[in-house]
C-alpha cells in the first residue's frame, strides 16, 4: 500500500474516531435522531473529511441501515440501543467503524462488550497469512463465551477506494474458510451480538441508496440525480435527506424510484434481528500491513 493511501486511511480514521467521541456525548433520551445524524455529519465535514455514508442510527432489534429520513421527528428514548455506524472517507479511502451506546440505563452492558471483546480477539488475530475462518472463531467464541450469539448474516469485509464492500468476507462465526488475509488490504471487522436467534432479515426499505449500475436514463428528473451523485457520492452509499438538501424534494421520490426500479441505484434495506432480539455492534478499519495498523 502507498504511503499517500495509508496517510489517507489514517486521516479518516481519526475523523471518525471524534464523530464516535461525539456520538457518546450528543445520543441522549430525546435527542432528536435527525439532529444527530446531521451534527455528526456536519463535523465530519468540519474535520476536512466527507461522510462515506449517512449516519446509521439503528436502534434495539434493528442492527443496520436505519437512518433518519427527510424532515423525521424520531427520538432516541430512555434505553434504547443505538448501533453508531460511523463511515468517512478522504479521497475515498474509508474508515468504516461503529460502536453501541445504551441510552440513559445499563442493561445490556455484557452484550455491548461481548461485540467489543470480539472484535479485540480479532484484531489480535488479524494479520496478513491468517485465514478468516480464523477471525470468525475468535469472534464466536468472545460472544458465546458471555451467553450470546454472532449474528451470522453479517460480516466484515475489504475496503477499496470508494467502495466499501468488496471480498474478502470476514465472517462472524467459524465459517471453515481457508481464505487467507492478504497483505495491503484494508478490511473493515465488525461483530454483531445478540440475544436472539442470531440472523437478520429485511425490515423495510430504507432511505440509503447507492449507485449500482449507471445507463441513461429518460426521465430529467432521474437524469438529475443521476449526475449529481455520479458527481457527489460516486460509487459510495448516501441519503434521501441529503438530496432532498442538495437537489431539492421535487420529483425526489419519484426519481429514486425510477432509478430504483431500473437498476441504476441500489436501494439498501433496514436490517433487524429475526426473533426481535437486542443487537450490539462494534467495528474497526485495520490496514493490513506488515505490522497492522487500526486507523479508528
Ligand atoms: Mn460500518
Ligand atoms: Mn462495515
Same mark, same amino acid.
Given at each position: 500500500?502507498?504511503?499517500?493511501? /495509508? =496517510?489517507?486511511?489514517?486521516? +479518516?480514521? =481519526?475523523?471518525?474516531?471524534?464523530?464516535?467521541?461525539? +456520538?457518546?456525548?450528543?445520543?441522549?433520551?430525546?435527542?432528536?435522531?435527525?439532529?444527530?445524524?446531521?451534527?455528526?455529519?456536519?463535523? /465530519?465535514?468540519?474535520?476536512?473529511?466527507?461522510?462515506?455514508?449517512?449516519?446509521?442510527?439503528?436502534?434495539?432489534?434493528?442492527?443496520?441501515?436505519?437512518?433518519?429520513?427527510?424532515?423525521?421527528?424520531?427520538?432516541?428514548?430512555?434505553?434504547?440501543? !443505538?448501533? !453508531?455506524? !460511523?463511515? !468517512?472517507?478522504?479521497?475515498?479511502?474509508?474508515?468504516?467503524?461503529?460502536?453501541?451506546?445504551?441510552?440513559?440505563?445499563?442493561?445490556?452492558?455484557?452484550?455491548?462488550?461481548?461485540?467489543?471483546?470480539?472484535?479485540?480477539?480479532?484484531?489480535?488475530?488479524?494479520?496478513?497469512?491468517?485465514?478468516?475462518?480464523?477471525?470468525?472463531?475468535?469472534? =464466536?467464541?468472545?460472544?458465546?463465551?458471555?451467553?450470546?450469539?454472532?449474528? +451470522?448474516?453479517?460480516?466484515?469485509?475489504?475496503?477499496?477506494?470508494?467502495?466499501?464492500?468488496?471480498?474478502?468476507?470476514?465472517?462472524?462465526?467459524?465459517?471453515?474458510?481457508?481464505?487467507?488475509?492478504?497483505?495491503?488490504?484494508?478490511?473493515?471487522?465488525?461483530?454483531?451480538?445478540?440475544?436472539?436467534?442470531?440472523?437478520?432479515?429485511? +425490515? @423495510?426499505?430504507?432511505?440509503?441508496? @447507492?449507485?449500482?449500475?449507471?445507463?441513461?436514463?429518460?426521465?430529467?428528473?432521474?437524469?438529475?440525480?443521476?449526475?449529481?451523485?455520479?458527481?457527489?457520492?460516486?460509487?459510495?452509499?448516501?441519503?434521501? *435527506?441529503?438530496?432532498?438538501?442538495?437537489?431539492?424534494?421535487?420529483?425526489?421520490?419519484?426519481?429514486?424510484?425510477?432509478?430504483? *426500479?431500473?437498476?441504476?441505484?441500489?436501494?439498501?434495506?433496514?436490517?433487524?434481528?429475526?426473533?426481535?432480539?437486542?443487537?450490539?455492534?462494534?467495528?474497526?478499519?485495520?490496514?493490513?500491513?506488515?505490522?497492522?495498523?487500526?486507523?479508528?
Amino acid at each position: 500500500m502507498e504511503e499517500e493511501v /495509508i =496517510e489517507k486511511y489514517k486521516k +479518516a480514521g =481519526e475523523i471518525a474516531k471524534k464523530i464516535k467521541e461525539l +456520538a457518546r456525548e450528543i445520543i441522549k433520551e430525546n435527542a432528536k435522531t435527525l439532529d444527530v445524524a446531521e451534527k455528526l455529519e456536519k463535523e /465530519i465535514i468540519k474535520l476536512s473529511g466527507k461522510p462515506a455514508w449517512p449516519m446509521n442510527l439503528s436502534v434495539n432489534e434493528i442492527a443496520a441501515h436505519w437512518t433518519p429520513t427527510v424532515n423525521d421527528e424520531t427520538i432516541f428514548k430512555k434505553g434504547d440501543l !443505538v448501533k !453508531v455506524d !460511523v463511515g !468517512v472517507h478522504v479521497d475515498g479511502h474509508i474508515a468504516d467503524t461503529a460502536i453501541t451506546i445504551e441510552v440513559g440505563t445499563k442493561n445490556w452492558n455484557e452484550l455491548i462488550k461481548a461485540s467489543e471483546e470480539a472484535v479485540k480477539a480479532a484484531i489480535d488475530v488479524a494479520k496478513p497469512g491468517v485465514e478468516i475462518s480464523k477471525i470468525g472463531a475468535v469472534i =464466536e467464541d468472545a460472544i458465546k463465551s458471555k451467553g450470546f450469539v454472532p449474528i +451470522a448474516n453479517l460480516s466484515g469485509h475489504g475496503l477499496e477506494q470508494y467502495q466499501n464492500h468488496t471480498p474478502p468476507t470476514i465472517p462472524n462465526f467459524d465459517n471453515r474458510s481457508t481464505l487467507k488475509l492478504e497483505e495491503g488490504m484494508a478490511i473493515a471487522i465488525e461483530p454483531f451480538a445478540t440475544n436472539g436467534v442470531g440472523r437478520v432479515i429485511d +425490515a @423495510m426499505k430504507s432511505d440509503i441508496f @447507492m449507485l449500482e449500475n449507471p445507463k441513461p436514463i429518460r426521465s430529467q428528473t432521474a437524469r438529475k440525480i443521476l449526475n449529481f451523485v455520479s458527481e457527489n457520492y460516486q460509487t459510495l452509499p448516501f441519503g434521501k *435527506r441529503w438530496l432532498a438538501k442538495e437537489v431539492g424534494t421535487f420529483g425526489l421520490e419519484l426519481g429514486l424510484r425510477e432509478l430504483t *426500479r431500473n437498476g441504476i441505484l441500489h436501494n439498501f434495506s433496514v436490517l433487524k434481528e429475526e426473533s426481535g432480539g437486542m443487537v450490539a455492534q462494534t467495528e474497526h478499519t485495520i490496514l493490513l500491513l506488515d505490522s497492522p495498523i487500526v486507523t479508528t
